[in-house]
């Protein structure tokens, strides 16, 4: 596709459930980010793929959170377990970035999480 | 660890009049600094980056922002803001030192709001 796309765009679950949050990439983009943005705040890092190197999994804030990166393309954030504080806005960007490069960060449009 | 730090959680400034937006960042090495804009309703769009070179960096919609190695600051700024760039600026800190595997640190975001 011709952006970053993110699905679902809404999703509401309750307190205790598990929920899959997906992320396509740009194709032939080989850097790809979770980040995840609080009402109103900043945007805090969750994980960092970067080619078939191991992940950047520090900022996972729990073990309830994991994603996993596919054939270097697609991938899942998934929150087990969910709690009302996991409610936010789920971003997925990816990039050209081979790591020694610099290029910019394409942006989905997120996935807004509401856990009840 | 990298960080970076955006000292104003909203800026509120007159169209017309100059518009800055704070950014210190900390890193190990020397770093890529970068702006992102989150306008309202729409996903995160790249405005700027500093590479190398001339510390005065032009962007997207009249936006620049210099770089300050001595006071590790690159501050966003824009000499006539108008009503339409109300919106959450964010600003992000790469340390160039880094292996393939260095992820992109952003800041807490700075809400600007311009008034007619």
């Known amino acids: 596709g011709a952006g970053v796309s993110q699905s679902p765009s809404n999703k509401v679950t309750e307190k205790g459930k598990d929920v899959e949050l997906r992320c396509d990439p740009i194709s032939g983009h080989t850097a790809l980010y979770w980040y995840r943005q609080s009402l109103g705040q900043g945007l805090e890092f969750l994980i960092y793929?970067?080619?078939?190197?191991?992940?950047?999994k520090s900022g996972l804030p729990s073990d309830r959170f994991s994603a996993e990166r596919t054939g270097g393309s697609v991938s899942t954030l998934t929150i087990q377990r969910t709690q009302q504080e996991d409610s936010a806005v789920y971003l997925c960007a990816s990039s050209l970035d081979s790591g020694m490069t610099n290029e910019k960060l394409f942006f989905g449009s997120g996935t807004q999480l509401s856990v009840l | 660890a990298q960080s970076v730090a955006q000292p104003e959680d909203q800026v509120n400034v007159a169209e017309g009049n100059p518009l800055t937006v704070k950014c210190t960042y900390s890193v190990s090495g020397n770093p890529y600094l970068f702006w992102y804009v989150q306008y309202p309703n729409r996903g995160l769009q790249f405005l700027l980056k500093y590479i190398t070179g001339d510390n005065l960096v032009k962007g997207s919609y009249g936006f620049e922002a210099e770089f300050n190695k001595s006071q590790t600051s690159f501050h966003l700024k824009k000499p006539s803001a108008l009503v339409s760039d109300s919106a959450l600026y964010f600003c992000a800190v790469r340390d160039r030192g880094k292996a393939a595997g260095n992820k992109l640190t952003f800041g807490g975001g700075t809400r600007v709001l311009v008034k007619p």
């Open positions: 793929f970067q080619g078939n190197s191991a992940p950047d």
